[in-house]
């Protein structure tokens, strides 16, 4: 069984992270199932969030119900603004989780890097949370580069989230490299590039070469979690066919693209951004007939309602056209609508 050692954290933990973001859109009983699959296949990792709706409150009872709490690492993260947010957030995540403490904290991909003295009293809360053993190590979640360094360059954190997959820049792997070299464990999000990514052997083959990076996978279905399972039972090669297989992937997924990663959310016309903004990609990447429904065409025809107000385009962390982007892939969807 492939593990990985976060850091300095010294959590030591199973290749196959489980991400918690997708279980809002499933039952208690399918997240339980899911949870328990997951840990009777060696998954001791779940990351979750408080802005992630009822995800903390699921995975709570699941790991409760089926008592493995000392054997399951939680991470967590915050969006708070404010002391009085963090200590309410905290709370709260401790009571829908079911535990007295959190093996990790993270701020969720805040604009700026907390630290001690910038007038926020955030990272001086989180020492104090460290402390009072509600918290056991600190991390941080981000999509910017900028920030990101930064994070590592200040030694205050032990783990960095950041997107990372085969799709990566080489600015990411540097500042992968660059968690290697400080001993900060690195959790790989979006390692499936947000549905991008449709060969789970490929992504996982490209983030087996990094001994130190944990993948988090998004899954909300059975099929999805035993892909991965499979790969750590019988671990895909990253042989000549993987990598020219990954080479055509990059070649084809080149230039600016959404993420998916709804940090641009809430429209205030209700426009789907994370989902719209790459339908041109989407539909190319699966079969077509499942974004063509009523449904998604109503979706996309939304984008004619965008007020052009510049709030998705300055929220993005990848500094992307956001209107722009929508508007053609409106065009796209339309000429593929006409084909049916």
């Known amino acids: 069984m492939t593990q990985v050692r976060l850091g300095q954290t010294e959590m030591i933990t199973n290749k196959n992270g489980f991400g918690a973001l997708p279980i809002q859109r499933i ?10 699959e997951a840990y009777d296949n060696g998954v001791t990792f779940y990351d979750t969030a408080r802005f992630y709706t009822d995800s903390e409150e ?4 699941a790991i409760a119900k089926r008592g493995i709490r000392d054997k399951v690492y939680i ?23 079911q535990t007295d403490y959190l093996d990790l904290y993270q701020f969720h991909n805040p604009s700026f890097c907390p630290k001690p003295g910038d007038g926020t009293g955030l990272y001086e809360a989180m020492i104090e949370a460290k402390e009072q053993g509600k918290v056991k190590h600190i991390g941080i979640t981000n999509h910017r580069l900028a920030v990101a360094h930064e994070v590592i360059d200040s ?13 990566a820049s080489e600015q990411d792997a540097v500042l992968v490299e660059k968690c290697a070299q400080a001993d900060m464990g690195f959790i790989a999000m979006k390692a499936m590039s947000g549905g991008l990514i449709t060969r789970a052997d490929a992504a996982y083959a490209f983030c087996t070469q990094y001994d130190h990076v944990l993948p988090i996978w998004g899954v909300q279905k059975m099929s999805e979690l035993q892909e991965f399972i499979a790969c750590e039972k019988n671990p ?32 205030p016309v209700g426009i789907k951004i994370n989902d719209c903004a790459r339908m041109s990609l ?4 699966a079969p077509t007939s499942v974004y063509m429904d009523e449904e998604h065409q109503q979706d996309m025809e939304l984008i004619e309602e965008c007020l052009h107000c510049g709030q998705c385009r300055e929220k993005c ?6 209107p722009a982007l929508l508007a053609k892939n ?6 593929q609508v006409k084909k049916l």
């Not at 699921?58 to 009872?61: C, F, I, N, V």
């Not at 915050?78 to 002391?83: A, L």
């Open 317 to 322: 962390p990848y500094g992307l056209d956001t």
């Open 236 to 267: 895909p090669a990253m042989d000549e066919e993987m990598q020219n297989f990954i080479l055509r992937e990059r070649e084809e997924l080149s230039g600016e693209f959404c993420r998916g990663c709804g940090y641009c959310m809430p429209c």
């Open 155 to 167: 030694g205050l954190y032990e783990t960095l989230q950041f997107p990372f997959c085969y799709l």
């Open 27 to 36: 039952s208690y009983e399918e997240t339980e199932a899911l949870i328990y």
């Open 58 to 61: 699921k995975l709570g009872r």
């Open 282 to 285: 989407m539909i190319r990447r």
């Open 330 to 335: 409106l065009a796209d969807y339309r000429e």
């Open 75 to 97: 991470a967590s993260k915050t969006m708070c603004n404010t002391t009085e947010e963090f200590w309410s957030q905290l709370s709260q995540s401790l009571t829908d989780l």
